[in-house]
């Protein structure tokens, strides 16, 4: 079990390195605005519309579906940064937002080359264990934000606790949590987090929602969960014990954080980034009621499949 704690407590490698504490004033709210609007303009330009195959890096198709837009690597990683994000490009893939008038969640899309992971430690994990070392976790993450200019974070209780489908490879969790001080009944930001493990590693797809919407959003994650297809050669059971690579932490590592024993880059650290924690869905929640709707003009059709 102690294996398995300080996988979850170990690294932060969920959207990158922490920026240092010590930072100049930030950036004032008008700023922020301004600089979310320029993103989704560029977001929305740079558009891939569905239906249409996808194709995600060198490993695997997005089945995406009409009234979908994929946000390719450059565009959608200026978008998160606006949002507040660290953004870690190594692992960046992209976004999907939807077009709908109703519409307003993200999903992003992260593939992290790490290895097979090996999906035994599901058999033994404990949910309420691992929720108290991503409350205690929270508290360091909060520093960042703080010196960033955005609002603490408090972990409530888990929305979807952890769930591995071992026939499909897949796994879903999710947490509740709201800003420090904010009242009990007041609309809380949701990461609705699902993966797919492949033999290379595996990939992310966070829904970004709210409490209001998550009931039915939910399943537009479990969708793309479904319409994304590994490549030949690159799926979970084309593992090669004699040739491949296998990761340095279990299954457990994915819920909440990821144990990597990067030597000599990263700095050990609490592991709790709320899954993108840095992102309080200022954009869905209050500024992108507005920007959001220029999905809703027809975007570029001709543009690449995926990111460069």
Do not use: C
């Not at 200026?78 to 999907?96: C, D, I, K, P, T």
């Not at 970004?208 to 690159?234: P, Q, T, W």
């Amino acid at each position: 079990m102690q294996r398995v704690i300080s996988a979850v407590v170990a690294l932060f490698v969920v959207l990158g390195s922490l920026p240092a504490f010590a930072q100049a004033s930030p950036p004032s709210e008008a700023s922020r605005k301004a600089e979310l609007t320029a993103a989704w303009r560029a977001a929305s330009a740079a558009g891939v519309a569905g239906p249409k195959d996808v194709s995600l890096i060198d490993q695997a198709a997005l089945k995406l579906p009409a009234g979908y837009v994929f946000v390719p690597k450059a565009e959608g990683a200026r978008v998160l940064r606006a949002l507040g994000n660290v953004v870690n490009e190594a692992s960046f893939v992209g976004l999907v937002v939807g077009t709908g008038p109703n519409d307003g969640w993200i999903v992003v899309i992260r593939h992290i080359k790490e290895g097979y992971i090996k999906d035994d430690d599901a058999k033994n994990w404990n949910a309420d264990e691992l929720l108290k070392n991503l409350k205690d976790g929270a508290e360091e993450t909060n520093k960042d934000r703080i010196a960033r200019g955005f609002p603490e974070v408090q972990v409530i209780g888990w929305l979807q606790p952890p769930n591995y489908e071992a026939a499909t490879h897949r796994l879903v969790w999710s947490l509740l949590a709201k800003d420090k001080g904010e009242a009990d009944n007041a609309t809380k930001s949701i990461n609705y987090n699902t993966y797919a493990l492949g033999r290379d590693g595996y990939f992310s797809l966070n829904l970004l929602s709210n409490s209001e919407r998550i009931a039915v959003d939910k399943a537009v994650a479990h969708g793309l969960l479904g319409d994304l297809a590994y490549n030949a050669g690159k799926r979970y059971e084309d593992f090669s014990a004699s040739t491949d690579r296998i990761a340095e932490y279990g299954l457990m590592a994915l819920v909440g954080g990821v144990a990597a024993k990067k030597i000599g880059l990263f700095a050990v650290v609490t592991a709790f980034v709320l899954k993108f924690a840095k992102i309080i869905l200022i954009g869905l929640g209050v500024l992108g009621a507005g920007v959001i709707n220029f999905f809703r003009r027809k975007p570029r059709s001709d543009a690449a499949d995926g990111p460069a």
